[in-house]
T-cell receptor, first 115, second 111 residues
Framework: KAGVTQTPRYLIKTRGQQVTLSCSPI?????VSWYQQTPGQGLQFLFE???????NKGNFPGRFSGRQFSNSRSEMNVSTLELGDSALYLC??????????????FGAGSRLTVL | EDQVTQSPEALRLQEGESSSLNCSYT??????LFWYRQDPGKGPEFLFT???AGEEKEKERLKATLTKKESFLHITAPKPEDSATYLC????????????FGSGTRLQVQP
């Protein structure tokens, strides 16, 4: 059974550019959540999508956005990149809506470096 | 503000030397306490979920326990392959419905 697939795994951008990251959840999983991981802040919640609708959003500026397609695949976009956006971006999927009852399965992440 | 604090930040053990990792939380309305393991270059891998004080779960050399204020991850007779960062996370069913992660404990088990 294929796991959560994230692409690209590594990318380098410069300040002011924008980036799109992709996530393919486990087959049958309808919820996709995104987390940002940095050495200083740890794992922080970005947003969750379920059935193509954003269900929940963390405390990140509007430069961070996402969407989910009918096949549950999700993308997140960061516009006007800043140096502080350098991080590992993790996608996680779960069967049902993100809750204490549903286990998140994480992908390997997309490591973004902003120069 | 909901907070999850893990200690120690880093831990070095000799193979076979048992120890415990701590996760304390100051969240109201905690509905679940999750433990994950993260290896370098990989995403977190689910280990356990605990829902109520007094609950315990075991998997191989790992046992997780939960009280009203903290959780412990006990590692019995660890092996080098247990080396990883262990993350705990709390789930609160009100307000922002997301996991609040601690900063993790980096465990190194030396042969």
């Amino acid at each position: 059974k294929a796991g959560v697939t994230q692409t690209p795994r590594y990318l380098i951008k410069t300040r002011g550019q924008q980036v799109t990251l992709s996530c393919s959840p486990i087959s049958g999983h309808r919820s996709v959540s995104w987390y940002q991981q940095t050495p200083g802040q740890g794992l922080q919640f970005l947003f969750e999508y379920f059935s193509e609708t954003q269900r929940n959003k963390g405390n990140f500026p509007g430069r961070f956005s996402g969407r989910q397609f009918s096949n549950s695949r999700s993308e997140m976009n960061v516009s006007t990149l800043e140096l502080g956006d350098s991080a590992l971006y993790l996608c996680a999927s779960s069967l049902g809506h993100h809750s204490g009852a549903n286990v998140l399965t994480f992908g390997a992440g997309s490591r973004l470096t902003v120069l | 503000e909901d907070q999850v604090t893990q200690s120690p930040e880093a831990l070095r053990l000799q193979e076979g030397e048992s120890s415990s990792l701590n996760c304390s939380y100051t969240v109201s309305g905690l509905r679940g306490l999750f433990w994950y393991r993260q290896d370098p270059g990989k995403g977190p891998e689910f280990l356990f979920t605990l829902y109520s004080a007094g609950e315990e779960k075991e998997k191989e050399r790992l046992k997780a326990t939960l009280t009203k204020k903290e959780s412990f991850l006990h590692i019995t007779a660890p092996k080098p392959e247990d080396s990883a960062t262990y993350l705990c996370a709390g789930w609160v069913d009100t307000g922002r419905r997301a996991l609040t992660f601690g900063s993790g404990t980096r465990l190194q088990v030396q042969p």
